[in-house]
């Protein structure tokens, strides 16, 4: 959570400089692939900002990368927005089937 906390700052999310925009989004990209679905689901369930920050900056995180997706003039950071928002999908299917694989446990 610290970095995507780092990442919120304008100073690097919108930077004037694309490399510094580019650095953003590969460093958003290694967060997403060091969650653990685990956690990711607990913050998804939780859907609160303020008990769970992760659940904040990954809302957050998403609504950048779009935005960076379609509207940033650099085509490499578009194209690092478009990896992450993938990443990101797959780190939330994850997260559901944790989800999905607890439900069952209980339900049994």
Known sequence: AAMLELLHQPSLHAHQQPFVRRCALLAA????GALPSAHVASALTSGDEDGDPVFGRLKWLHEWTDKVRREDADEHCRMLAGSCMMRQAQLTEGALH???????????
Do not use: E, H, I, P
Request: charged share 15%.
């Open 29 to 32: 990209s290694q967060v997403l």
């Open 98 to 108: 944790v989800v999905d694989s607890g439900a069952g446990r209980m339900s049994n």
